[in-house]
């Protein structure tokens, strides 16, 4: 916890970013996936599989991937074999990740907001508004001449910080206006990856299950409330993200995940 704490004050970042805490979930998410590596493992397995399949599927100028994090799910080495260009995109890319990107010439980092709601939600905080929330703004021209797009285990994240920030401090917000902006950040995102012309592979978890070993105490829907296109052809597994003791001793949390290998394919 010390070193987490440490690390964090290391980090340089934007204040916002900072405050909000998108460091501090990329040093959380580093240090569990050190300590729970043998649970996590399959499932990013079947993660770096299913966006390498699709991958060799695809076309081979450009892959964008969309939440590329500390590229724990994403086959980076192999991506850079197969494409010209690699960007990566995320909010906040930690320098180990910079360093590790640098063997690739053809690999370059993007730092961006895919939601376009962040600061924006940030100055309205700070403001003190008590307004309608700010609305999404995501842009799908920015990825538009990509042959793939990846959302990488990034459509559940993308709301959760923004919202905390707001039930934390905004003024007078209630649940169910909360839960609605988070609802439309999610379906921002599913639109985005809609709208763009090239393949589309998303990961993500579908639902959040507390658990003493097969008996389910509790479940979470991490999209608060939004569907994926129904027809798309899926692949299903469980992340079993945090076995006890790591969050409690009496129970444990996993994930159901979905792959869809091919977005567009599920469109009408
Ligand atoms: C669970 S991680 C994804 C795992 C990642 N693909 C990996 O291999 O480590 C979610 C990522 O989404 C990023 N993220 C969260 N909100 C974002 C936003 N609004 N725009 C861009 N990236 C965002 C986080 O910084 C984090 O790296």
Request: proline share 7%; with cysteine; hydrophobic share 45%.
């Amino acid at each position: 916890m010390l070193a987490e704490w440490f690390k964090h004050l290391r980090t340089p970042a934007p204040p916002h970013l900072k405050a909000m805490g998108y460091v501090k979930e990329l040093i959380a998410v580093e240090a569990r996936h050190r300590r729970c590596a043998g649970a996590w493992a399959p499932h990013l397995e079947t993660c770096r599989k299913l966006i390498g399949d699709a991958a060799r599927d695809a076309g081979h100028g450009r892959v964008t991937v969309l939440g590329s994090g500390l590229l724990l799910d994403v086959p980076v080495d192999e991506l850079a074999g197969l494409f010209k260009e690699v960007i990566l995109v995320d909010i906040f890319h930690m320098p180990a990740i910079q360093e590790r990107v640098r063997a690739h010439a053809n690999v370059r980092l993007v730092t961006a907001d895919v939601t376009g709601v962040v600061e924006a939600t940030w100055n309205h905080v700070a403001a003190g508004s008590v307004g309608p929330l700010p609305p999404p703004q995501a842009d799908a021209s920015a990825y538009a001449d990509s042959d793939l797009v990846v959302s990488a285990n990034l459509l559940t994240q993308l709301p959760l910080l923004p919202l905390g920030l707001v039930q934390k401090k905004g003024r007078g917000y209630g649940e169910e206006e909360t839960q609605a902006f988070a609802r439309r950040i999610v379906e921002n995102h599913l639109e985005l990856l809609a709208a763009l012309p090239g393949r589309v592979t998303v990961l993500t978890e579908t639902q959040r299950v507390i658990c003493d070993g097969p008996e389910v105490l509790h479940e979470i829907d991490p999209l608060f409330g939004a569907a994926l296109p129904a027809a798309a052809v899926r692949k299903h597994w469980t992340w079993n993200i945090a076995p006890r003791p790591e969050i409690n001793r009496k129970f444990d949390l996993r994930f159901r995940m979905t792959g869809i290998p091919d977005l567009q394919e599920a469109l009408p």
